[in-house]
């Protein structure tokens, strides 16, 4: 069965930090296009980060613009896990993220997407940010 397991959310205070895992189950991950995604209460989802297969020739880790040099990207291919280090958390990260086989969205400010043929996506995880 083909699986997106996040795990690590929960209540920080702004300015902590938080680290998500995205571990995927039936699959190689590393084949694939990982997407971290949040939605608020109220919001529309959007594209947080986006990393692709190490070994591909279409390289690319990338943020959207509100989470550049706070939030960074990595794979563990050894054990099939995606995870996103969250620093300097403030009030508007509070949200439920969700990890996918995919990326959607605008990164660096440029709207794009990677989609290799799979379509799944994790259950999400509740980041709750205090103030």
């Known amino acids: 069965e083909v699986q997106l397991v996040e795990s690590g959310g929960g209540l920080v205070q702004a300015g902590g930090s938080l680290r998500l895992s995205c571990t995927a189950s039936?699959?190689?991950?590393?084949?694939?296009?990982i997407g971290w995604f949040r939605q608020a209460p109220g919001k529309e989802r959007e594209g947080v980060s986006c990393?692709?297969?190490?070994?591909?020739?279409?390289?690319?880790?990338d943020y959207a613009d509100s989470v550049k040099g706070r939030f960074t990207v990595s794979r563990d291919d050894a054990k099939n896990t995606v995870y996103l280090q969250m620093n300097n958390l403030q009030t508007e990260d509070t949200a439920v993220y969700s990890c996918?086989?995919?990326?959607?969205?605008?990164?660096?400010?440029?709207?794009?997407?990677?989609?290799?043929?799979?379509?799944?996506w994790g259950k999400g995880t509740l980041v709750t940010v205090s103030s």
């Open positions: 039936g699959f190689n991950a590393d084949d694939y296009p």
């Open positions: 996918a086989s995919l990326c959607s969205g605008y990164y660096s400010g440029r709207y794009y997407n990677r989609y290799y043929g799979m379509d799944y």
């Open positions: 990393i692709t297969s190490s070994d591909g020739t279409d390289g690319i880790i």
